[in-house]
């Protein structure tokens, strides 16, 4: 099936042997199926795995998180409470921390941070390590995918060496493949079974078992040349997220000067029946993916003496974005007489985006940073996350009452959660900046709101 991508020189049946036993494992169900990191991607695959009769061993180095699994508490809101305690308790899925179980297990799934150093350099440290350990007890016959959003080149050029020097040799003693993990968090249309799944091997056999692996779960899987190709692909989407995001936000910047309404252009142009997509301004660009995974493609380019501007640009907007939302709230309070360093203000929201309780790399947090070194005080609301420390900032979310709301000089909504009642909000706020446009439905009173 996937000889069109074998080598003229391809290996003797040895590896086909080894090929057939695990393929064998995978489509009856008995291979043992382990995922390394247990968070947002692991834990919902796991639950996927599991439900259609695979063993699942998860290994994390969170002692909490593998406490909490082991008892059956979901903690990750993409995945029903109920099918994860009945999984746990009819012992289809449990967790370790340690790596002394690899040997039991036919199929290796990673999908640990790949985060960037502060100087935007990317950090292989959890994917090294795990490669690490994994290779302490590797053995012929397993599948290693990675999943985790990282850099063309990773898996084949950073993985495969240290998983080889075990004198075993990738696509014939065991098989090595990236299939980028595609979650949306929060979206209720796309789960981890009807999201097109990119497979690519370190040679052919390692296609064609990751792609047996995956198929047993996914709906469509999508199978490309190379592991490299893959890695590619996300971060490809990725990039093109963060490029059309900073595209809207500079409109918004640009809108800021002509005194046009941003919104009600781009909602103007998205009635274009054909050739766009919809983006939006708002107050910066958070979460642990698109401020972050493009970076990992700019830094691998300059290998190849390239310069992916594009990135770049779309990193410097994006990132200057809470400073903008800061100077527009300084302007909106000296329009109404407040002085900033008297200004009380009320943020509404600190999820890096709505409906989620995350607030990785948020945006409305850099904004807080920035109001309490200029405001008189500053308190946030966020029906999500009740507190939060990041940055040096410790903070508890302050209840919306109306009391709250009517004391603020200004309120900011930097968050659109959805059961905010911004309607409730407006009748009751002395003046609101809007980041997301979150009144949009809001008829009544509306000389109170100021739009990004
Ligand atoms: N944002 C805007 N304007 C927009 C869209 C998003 O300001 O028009 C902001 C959001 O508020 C948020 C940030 O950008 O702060 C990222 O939002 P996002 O939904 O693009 O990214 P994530 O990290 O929640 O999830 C994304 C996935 N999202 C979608 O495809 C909609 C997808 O890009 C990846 O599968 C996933 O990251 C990942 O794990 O890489």
Redesign the pocket.
Known sequence: MFDQYLTANDAPSAGRSVLAALLAKIENRSAVVGVVGLGYVGLPFAVEKGKVGYKVIGIDQSADRVARLNRGENYIPDVKDAELKTLVADGIIRAVSGYEIVPELDVIVIAVPTPLTKNLVPDLQYVENVTRELAKYLRPGQLVSLES?TYPGTTDEIMRPVLEQTGLKVDQDFFLAHSP?????G?TRYSTKNTNKIVGGVGPRSLEVAVAFYRQTIDQVVPVSSAKAAELV?VF??TF?AVN?AL?NEMMLLCDRMGLNVWEVLEAAFTKPFGIM?????P???????PL?PHYLEWKAKEYNFNTHFIALAGEINRKMPEFVVDKATRTLNRLGVATTNARVLVLGVA??KDLDDCRES?AIAVIERLQKICHSVDYHDPFVAEFSEHGVNMKSVPLREDRVANADLVVITTDHSQVDYAWVVSHARHLLDTRNATRNVKHQREKITLL
Do not use: L, S
């Open positions: 959003t993990e595609r979650v949306d968090p979206n996300k989407e990725n997220r995001i809207v919809p983006f939006f301004p708002g910066g660009v958070g979460g642990h993916c698109i995974d890096y985006k945006p």
